[in-house]
């Protein structure tokens, strides 16, 4: 799955998921909406969490600057297996594994 449309500037989160350039911020709401920080200066975002895309998985954090209706996008890559790590699992060994592996 390709990701941003290059024609038309969509971001593709998922197969029922697109953030079009001319979408507001209540309608990315209704995609997400119980991940949602107001940061109380005009700028809100919204989080897409556990998103897979090709077998990777990332989390996506889309802001809306409302005093101009500007979108910015901000997504990270995680491992599946790095999901749930706390520090209450975390051990030296493990640590320096998933390192070799990167």
């Known amino acids: 799955m390709s990701i941003l449309n290059l024609q038309n500037g969509n971001f593709q989160i998922t197969d029922s998921i697109v953030v079009s ?3 507001n911020y209540d309608d990315i709401i209704k995609l997400a909406p119980t991940k949602t920080w107001d940061i109380k200066n005009g ?3 919204v ?3 556990d998103i897979e895309i090709d077998k990777l ?3 996506i954090g889309v802001c809306v600057f409302l005093q101009r209706q500007t ?3 901000r997504f990270w890559l ?4 790095e999901k749930n790590i706390t520090w209450d699992n975390w051990n030296e060994k493990d640590e320096l594994k998933r390192k ?3």
Not at 78 to 81: E, L, T
């Open 100 to 102: 070799r592996n990167l």
């Open 43 to 45: 700028f809100k975002w």
């Open 78 to 81: 995680y491992r599946q297996q």
């Open 47 to 49: 989080y897409f969490n």
């Open 57 to 59: 998985f990332f989390n």
């Open 21 to 23: 350039k001319d979408i």
């Open 71 to 73: 979108i910015l996008y």
